[in-house]
Each structure stands twice: as structure tokens, then as C-alpha cells.
């Protein structure tokens, strides 16, 4: 058995883990910082590169002891080494440089784009660490009947991915369209011109007045909303467009809400703002938002799957799955509608468990097998790069 540590720190989440070679997750630990950034509404890379530097030696300890994996048994340390904050991606790339080269292990940089769209094939479920620093250090493990409880496709119980497949990454910083003809080999084929889908999750529901982040609470309050009340547009771009843009619909969801803008930019004045809203409006709203967010997705994976129908290049061999990746791929209807989609068409569905769509390293050292198998290792000046490979 080969076991790698995985090292990630790409965003706000400071994450370890180590998988085998049958992509088992024997341990997954995951520190957020939530609590950090959420008054700003976003993340802030300053405060998020120093709470890097606090939690990475105790992230590692930890996932090492729930594997119960001495050091000594490891056989490589994986790292997300690009896409990312730069100040953030440093501290991981640090730490994982310090302890291969200290235990004289392969060093692996993983493309974290690509890692997400592996992260349907790991097995086991993982836990959270959940808030930072010194306020919150309970853990709750991630319960996988949480999905099915609540009416949305749970992950797959045969995570082998049929290829090739057709690979959706949507996250807070991706939303990328691919032909995937292996675990490493991506054909692009489209991504956001302006917001991506998460991002664009997190601004409707800092619209709403839901607070940070806002994926997840958009999600949990559309369950209690009509996805009809507002009607709300599908952007698509051209007609034979495989990019995505959600900027338009934001906009549509804040006029919807505010009424329509006196002055512009910084000046702009609205006449309310959701502070006028009843719980069902707000609801309505999220729900509304949500549906056409998941439509736009829908429509494009429709494109990708017949191309020809589009103008666009077709399939050399017809792909036999979709697999979806990153924060978003949490989302229910989003989950629910993509299987739905997948069945109609004949594909397998791919969906990562809860615990590996948000950020996490599971998938980094999961994906860091492919890459040891094809000998692609790094050595120690392996560089943080702000953007993907792929
Ligand atoms: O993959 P991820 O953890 O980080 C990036 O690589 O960007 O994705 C984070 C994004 C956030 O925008 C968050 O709001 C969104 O994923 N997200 C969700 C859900 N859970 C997380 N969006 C919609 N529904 C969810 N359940
Ligand atoms: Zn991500």
C-alpha cells in the first residue's frame, strides 16, 4: 500500500490528509476560516496566508494521527501548488518542501483545478475541523446520510469514472468546462468570463442578507423557497458558447431585490434593500436564484455533450460520465438536476461526497497518485503559480 500526505492551502481552508493508492481517505482534516473572513464578506489574502502559518503544523499532526500513520510510513508528500493566493499557497508549498525533504520523500504539486475533478473517486467520508485559531475547534464529522436525508443525490458508491467523460469544476474561484480523457488528461473547452459560479452564490447571498459564506445558505434556504416567484434570466452568451457568465444574473437578483439604481457606481442609490423582505421573500429569492444559476449549468453541460448541435467540435469517443468537482458541486439541486441530466443521457454520474467538494487535501493526495504513477514528481523548487494548468 502507498500512502500519501496532502498538503492544502489555496484559499481559506488549511487541510491535510493522507489517502492510498486505492483512494481510500484514511484521514481528512480540514481548519476554515470562516469565522476570520466573514465580516468582510470575502476572503482577505493577508489574514488568510498568517492563519496558513497557525493552523498548517497542527493540520498535518492531526491528520497524521487520525490515520494513525507514523511519518515513516508515508512514501510521498503532495501539495496544491497552483491555482491560489500566492501568500496562501506558499505557506502549504513550505511545509510540504520541509517535511519531504526532511524524510527524504518524493515531492508532488497537484493542480487543485484538476484535483477537484478527482475527487469523486475517493472513497470514505471525511470530518471537518470547523472555525480557526483559538475561537472553535469542535469537530463534526460529516454525516454522509445528510444528503439523502435532506432529498439530494448522495455520492456514488462506484466512484470509477468511465471515460471519457465531460468535467464541470465550479467552485469560488472556477467555473471550467472539460473533456476529460483521464484523470491528467483535460481538453478545455470553457469557463466563466466574470464571476464564478460560487462567487456568484456568495454575492447573491450577501444581496440577501444571508452572510458568508453564501453557497451553503442560498442551498439551505432555497428548501423552503419557489424556485418560480421571481423570474430571473438564464445568461448563455452565444448561441454556441461553452464559457459561462453570471455577472448579468447577479445584477437581475440585486435590481429584483433593491428596485432599480438612482446614480451609478459607488453612487448608486436603490430605494430598498432586503432588510424589506419577509423569510418566504427571501426564500423565494434564493430559490429563484438557484434555479437559474443550475439552468445555465444544465444548458452548458447540454452543449459540451452535443457539440455538433452547436457548431462545435465533436466527440472523438462518446463520453460516458459527467463528473462534477469543487465547492459548489455541494449544492443539492445542483446534484439533483446534473444526475437527472446524466441519466437522461445515459452517462454516469460522479459526485464527490460533501466532504470533497468544499477545499480540501483528500483530493490532493488523491490525485497526487496519478501523478506519482506517471513519475511526475517536483523537487524543491516547486513554484506557487496564481493560476491552472488546465
Ligand atoms: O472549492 P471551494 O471550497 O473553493 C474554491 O476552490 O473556490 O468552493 C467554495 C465555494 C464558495 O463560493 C461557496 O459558497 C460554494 O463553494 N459552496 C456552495 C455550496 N457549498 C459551498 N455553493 C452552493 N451550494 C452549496 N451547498
Ligand atoms: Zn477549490
Redesign the pocket.
Known sequence: MTLILGLET????TAAAVVDDTLHVHSNVVATQFDLHERYAGVVPEIASRAHLEKITPVVTEALERASVDVRDLDAVAVGHRP?LVGSLIVGVAAAKALAWSLNLPLIGVD??EA?LSAASLRGTGYRVQGSGEQDKSETRVNPEHFSRHGAVPPNPEPRTPYPALGL??????TSLYRVHGPRQLEFLGRTIDD????A??KA?VILGLG?????????RSTQGDPAAVDLPRPLLDKDSLDFSFSGLKTALLYAVRGQPVGRGKDARFERDHTHLTEPQIADFAASF?AAAVDVVIEKLNRALYPEAHGLNPWTTKPRSIIL??????????RRRVQTFAGDHGLACRLPD?AF????AAMIAGHAHALLAEGDTADLTLPVIATTRV
Request: one cysteine or more; a negative charge.
Open positions: 489555496s484559499c481559506d481552508e491560489g487543485h483545478v477537484h469544476v465550479v467552485s469560488g474561484g472556477h464564478a459560479l460560487g462567487e452564490f456568495d447571498a458568508y459564506p453564501g453557497g451553503p445558505r442560498i442551498d439551505e438557484q468537482g469543487g465547492g459548489v458541486s455541494a449544492n443539492r439541486e445542483l460533501p467538494c468544499i477545499d480540501n
